[in-house]
T-cell receptor
Framework: NAGVMQNPRHLVRRRGQEARLRCSPM?????VYWYRQLPEEGLKFMVY????????ESGMPKERFSAEFPKEGPSILRIQQVVRGDSAAYFC????????????FGDGTRLSIL | AQSVTQLDSHVSVSEGTPVLLRCNYS??????LFWYVQHPNKGLQLLLK??????LVKGINGFEAEFKKSETSFHLTKPSAHMSDAAEYFC????????????FGKGTTLSVSS
């Protein structure tokens, strides 16, 4: 399967724990995006990364959230000290580097906070 | 600033009848426009995209959309609904270049009855 791979598909955490969400982009894609889907809402942009660089993090909450896309390995979205309001579906997308290429999405990680 | 308004949160049709999902956009730039579909507990699949070429865009599964600049609309249509079309549909706008965030509408849930 050459699509965008996200894991885990479902993640349960207790308040105060850390959540790590992983995303491997499509083969040949160098741009990774993270979006969050809250209940009854559309997807909201969080962050855009290229290898070893955060390009746009204008949608990231100021505290507890961080993202990385290392030279080797998947992109990671990390949420520290999770709270109930972090419960959502988190989607990763990837695209090529040329203009007008669409973003392709993974199946998402459903994060539930107890 | 860019924004997207999906005019109906829920649309119900009978199998074999036409589908119309309405979308209006606002953009300071010459936008790229997309329709994505999301089936339950799945990621988003690209249905079609408009990127300043032909104003009538054909997508997968028999869907098409027409870009009307004068009306700032990008409505999604299908001549004959199928049960498998039941899903959530998102109208999306972006500046079009690689690395720009997608702006999502709140979604329209399409129900198809037999």
């Amino acid at each position: 399967n050459a699509g965008v791979m996200q894991n885990p598909r479902h993640l349960v955490r207790r308040r105060g724990q850390e959540a790590r969400l992983r995303c491997s982009p499509m083969k040949g894609h160098s741009h990774v995006y993270w979006y969050r889907q809250l209940p009854e809402e559309g997807l909201k942009f969080m962050v855009y990364l290229q290898k070893e660089n955060i390009i746009d993090e204008s949608g990231m909450p100021k505290e507890r959230f961080s993202a990385e896309f290392p030279k080797e390995g998947p992109s990671i979205l990390r949420i520290q000290q999770v709270v109930r309001g972090d419960s959502a579906a988190y989607f990763c997308a990837s695209s090529g580097s040329k203009g007008n290429q669409p973003q392709h999405f993974g199946d998402g990680t459903r994060l539930s906070i107890l | 600033a860019q924004s997207v308004t999906q005019l109906d949160s829920h649309v119900s049709v009978s199998e074999g009848t036409p589908v119309l999902l309405r979308c209006n956009y606002s953009s300071s730039y010459s936008p790229s426009l997309f329709w994505y579909v999301q089936h339950p507990n799945k990621g988003l699949q690209l249905l079609l995209k408009y990127t300043s070429a032909a104003t009538l865009v054909k997508g997968i599964n028999g869907f098409e959309a027409e870009f009307k600049k004068s009306e700032t609309s990008f409505h999604l249509t299908k001549p004959s609904a199928h049960m498998s079309d039941a899903a959530e549909y998102f109208c999306v706008v972006s500046e079009g270049q690689a690395g720009t965030a997608l702006i999502f509408g709140k979604g329209t849930t399409l129900s198809v009855s037999s």
